[in-house]
Nanobody, 126 residues
């Protein structure tokens, strides 16, 4: 089993920045591809960003590209999502997810992830 705990959410104004963190325990972190997803009220969970097990490959949703930076620290068993120039449409619960992958690949589909955190809320006011 893999346990994931998100942190770093909060209430901010449009244009502000936040850094979300995901702490991972339970298995070898470096064996897992990781991702971030967002779920706004009344909407389905949507892909935000993903990183391969070694950190060599990242992928961002087209709408967020340029404002979001995903990184991971395989020594500290942590993943981070730096979000800049936040917009009201970024509001939602942010979830980190982990999926075992022996290859250096990214996983962008929510249904492919087996392990999820409880989420951290981000609210951006205009």
């Amino acid at each position: 089993q893999v346990q994931l705990v998100e942190s770093g959410g909060g209430l901010v104004q449009a244009g502000d920045s936040l850094r979300l963190s995901c702490a991972v325990s339970g298995q070898k972190f470096r064996d897992y591809a990781m991702g971030w997803f967002r779920q706004a009220p009344g909407k389905e969970r949507e892909f935000v960003a993903a990183v391969s097990r070694g950190g060599g490959i990242t992928s961002n949703a087209d709408s967020d590209r340029g404002r979001l930076t995903l990184s991971r620290d395989n020594i500290k068993n942590m993943m981070y999502l730096q979000m800049n120039n936040l917009k009201p449409e970024d509001t939602g619960a942010y979830y980190c997810a982990a999926q075992y992958r022996p290859q250096e690949v990214v996983v962008t589909a929510a249904h492919e992830y087996d392990f999820w955190g409880q989420g951290t809320q981000v609210t951006v006011s205009s």
